[in-house]
Nanobody, 125 residues
Framework: VQLQASGGGVVQPGASLRISCIAS??????????LGWFRQGPGREREFVAR????????DYRDSVKGRFTISRDNAKNTGYLQMNSLKSEDSAVYYC?????????????????WGQGTLVTVSS
């Protein structure tokens, strides 16, 4: 599975942004993988942001983004999304999408099988 994240950019605090993760799979469709979003800010460890199950029925978020971020997926398009609202400066980071060969991945980055290259989100006035 090859993942490509896109949609990052520079936005002001309070703005919204949607980033996408397009998957290329040779045999199995993306619907057989759980997805996760992680981020890594300057000088910080990579941290869990959100995860979604294979069919989209289960979602989970880190506390600091609950109520502001929404993870979703469109398996017909082999694409995952992270809608980010009310962005804050502390949300600035490189955002990575990841795929896990199972129903739902964990909040630990090491559990994921495939990673995209990351897309940079900068929240600044």
């Amino acid at each position: 599975v090859q993942l490509q994240a896109s949609g990052g950019g520079v936005v002001q605090p309070g703005a919204s942004l949607r980033i996408s993760c397009i998957a290329s799979t040779s045999v199995r469709s993306l619907s057989t993988y759980a997805l996760g979003w992680f981020r890594q800010g300057p000088g910080r460890e990579r941290e869990f942001v959100a995860r979604i199950s294979q069919n989209g029925g289960i979602t989970d978020y880190r506390d600091s983004v609950k109520g502001r971020f929404t993870i979703s997926r469109d398996n017909a398009k082999n694409t995952g999304y992270l809608q980010m609202n009310s962005l804050k400066s502390e949300d600035s980071a490189v955002y990575y999408c990841a795929a896990y060969d199972g129903v739902i991945g964990s909040t630990t980055s090491g559990a994921y099988d495939y990673w995209g290259q990351g897309t940079l989100v900068t929240v600044s006035s």
